[in-house]
């Protein structure tokens, strides 16, 4: 595989990952809202996401540093469409007109 098919592969590998932390996220947060123990579902919320996290960036680590890059640009580019798309839904929650 070319340099440029794995740096595009590892950040696509990023972004997937970015797009399932976040999600996961999000719905942990949907749950323990209801719970009543909250702090059990991000415990363990947060275990399971840092360790597939972790284990895809070791996995991307074995490819070099330029790979782990690449991958981490990925998982930031899905942290920050997940920041504006949840941002967007919290201010039609609240009624925030949209920006011009």
Do not use: N, Q
């Not at 340099?3 to 949907?30: H, N, S």
């Not at 009543?36 to 579902?41: D, S």
């Not at 330029?66 to 609240?94: I, K, M, N």
């Amino acid at each position: 595989m070319s340099d440029a098919g794995l740096l595009a592969g590892c950040a696509l590998a990023g972004m997937a990952l970015g797009i399932a932390y976040f999600a996961g996220l999000w719905w942990t947060v949907r749950r323990a809202v209801a719970s009543e123990r909250p702090a059990a579902w991000f415990a363990a919320s947060f275990a399971v996401r840092a360790l597939l996290a972790g284990a895809v960036f070791w996995l991307v680590a074995r490819y070099g540093a330029a790979a782990v890059l690449s991958s981490l640009a990925g998982f930031v580019l899905a942290r920050v469409a997940a920041t504006r798309l949840v941002g967007r839904e919290h201010d039609r929650d609240v009624g925030i007109p949209p920006c011009t």
